[in-house]
């Protein structure tokens, strides 16, 4: 018997795992990346046309604001789907 199954054999404690913490977890990868690709593809938007800047620049907060409000969703959604 290996260390590890005698651990779990002498203690018989059950794992608890919040789900919505984890779906939360993995739900944040997606607006990561896209905040990424907003900076990104604005900053070569910049770099090839630096007379479009403002209106590139605003765009960019619109984008980024946008991508942060599915972070936010993501966050709010496991606590409505558990006391609903």
Excluded at 2 to 9: D, G, M, N, Q, V
Excluded at 58 to 76: D, K, Q, R, S
Aim: aromatic share 10%.
């Amino acid at each position: 018997m290996s260390a590890l199954a005698a651990i779990a054999a002498s203690s018989p404690q059950i794992l608890s795992i919040n789900i919505g913490a984890v779906g939360y977890g993995l739900a944040a990868i997606g607006p990561g990346v896209g905040i990424g690709l907003v900076f990104g593809h604005a900053i070569e938007a910049m770099a090839r046309q630096p007379e479009a800047s403002g209106r590139i620049s605003l765009y960019m907060w619109i984008g980024f604001a946008l991508t942060e409000a599915l972070a936010l969703i993501g966050l709010v959604a496991p606590f409505i789907f558990k006391y609903s």
